[in-house]
C-alpha cells in the first residue's frame, strides 16, 4: 500500500512539472531577434540575482537557462531576450 502511495505522489508531482512546462511553450518576445540581448548579457543579468548559470539556449524566442538558486537547487529560468526579464521557471 505504501508503495502505491509514493508512486502516485510521484505521478502527481512529475504531472504538475509538465503542466507547468508545457504552459511556457509560448514564446517570451515578440520583438525581431535583432532587438534580442546577447546570450552573455542575458546571463549576467540572471547571475546579479544569485542564480548561477549552468547552461543557457535560446529556443522559441525565450532564453531557457539552467541554473542554481542561492540554495543549490536547479531551476530552469525562461526570460524574455528583449530585457532579461524572468517570464517564468520550473
Do not use: H
Amino acid at each position: 500500500m505504501r508503495k502505491i502511495a509514493i508512486i502516485t505522489i510521484a505521478a502527481v508531482t512529475l504531472g504538475v512539472a509538465s503542466a507547468q512546462a508545457g504552459s511556457l511553450g509560448k514564446p517570451c518576445t515578440s520583438a525581431p531577434e535583432a532587438q534580442w540581448l546577447p546570450m552573455e548579457q542575458l546571463q549576467a543579468k540572471v547571475e546579479a540575482q544569485g542564480y548561477k548559470v549552468q547552461k543557457a539556449k535560446l529556443k522559441n524566442a525565450c532564453g531557457e537557462l539552467y541554473t542554481l538558486d542561492k540554495n543549490g537547487t536547479r531551476v530552469e529560468l525562461f526570460i524574455d531576450p528583449t530585457n532579461g526579464q524572468i517570464i517564468g521557471q520550473i
